[in-house]
């Protein structure tokens, strides 16, 4: 596993001992950001079910200039951190230890917002449609936001409602991945009253 493009192409990263998590292969990777990217200018990027980071960091060799990472276990936690060190990524991370759902409030009371989002959780949860309304509905998505869903091929989020179109669906074995585009409507009012 290694990072794909951009300043810190080549950099080996380190898997999570065991076979709990699934690190996103080269190849899938490699798909995943030519049809996203292939390189941002800026922005944010979440990567909530962070495993290695490997997405993450792609995200951030490539141009995002800040990367959240997210991820409940102590071991991928531990991974993550030295996958950030290889890269040369930390002032531009920030790693934490939480569940998803904690994750996004505790992140939404700072009123970050996200230009890419990667979604890629253990298979068993097919709840990513309800991850992403919860991402809109506090309003943590920049308008154009990219948000990548990794999942089972055998599983299909489709169409969604609200701001969000599915952009593209490819499957690599028995993995696939849908990318959605988030399109803001209009922003939600954050306390603020007409004079």
């Keep these: 596993m290694r990072v794909i493009?951009?300043?810190?192409?080549?950099?080996?990263?380190?898997?999570?001992?065991?076979?709990?998590?699934?690190?996103?292969?080269?190849?899938?990777?490699?798909?995943?950001?030519?049809?996203?990217?292939?390189?941002?200018?800026?922005?944010?990027?979440?990567?909530?079910?962070?495993?290695?980071?490997?997405?993450g960091l792609e995200a951030w060799s490539r141009g995002a200039e800040k990367v959240v990472f997210v991820d409940r276990e102590q071991a991928s936690i531990a991974v993550i951190r030295a996958n950030v060190q290889a890269a040369g990524a930390e002032e531009a991370s920030e790693i934490y230890r939480n569940d998803a759902e904690r994750a996004l409030k505790a992140l939404a009371k700072r009123g970050i917002r996200f230009s890419y989002v990667f979604l890629d959780p253990p298979y068993?949860?097919?709840?990513?449609?309800?991850?992403?309304?919860?991402?809109?509905?506090?309003?943590?998505?920049?308008?154009?936001?990219?948000?990548?869903?990794?999942?089972?091929?055998?599983?299909?989020?489709?169409?969604?409602?609200?701001?969000?179109?599915?952009?593209?669906?490819?499957?690599?074995?028995?993995?696939?991945?849908?990318i959605y585009h988030f399109e803001l409507e209009e922003r939600p009012n954050r306390g603020e009253t007409d004079a």
Excluded: C, W
């Excluded at 065991?18 to 049809?35: C, H, L, W, Y």
């Excluded at 998505?141 to 489709?158: N, P, R, S, W």
């Design 5 to 55: 493009a951009g300043v810190a192409k080549g950099r080996m990263l380190k898997a999570v001992p065991g076979n709990q998590t699934r690190p996103t292969t080269d190849k899938v990777k490699e798909a995943i950001f030519s049809m996203i990217g292939p390189y941002f200018d800026g922005g944010a990027a979440l990567d909530l079910f962070a495993g290695t980071g490997g997405l």
């Design 124 to 178: 068993r949860l097919k709840t990513m449609d309800a991850v992403m309304a919860e991402l809109s509905r506090q309003d943590m998505l920049e308008d154009g936001a990219a948000i990548v869903v990794e999942h089972d091929a055998k599983h299909e989020y489709g169409e969604l409602d609200g701001p969000f179109t599915l952009m593209r669906s490819a499957k690599y074995g028995d993995i696939a991945v849908s």
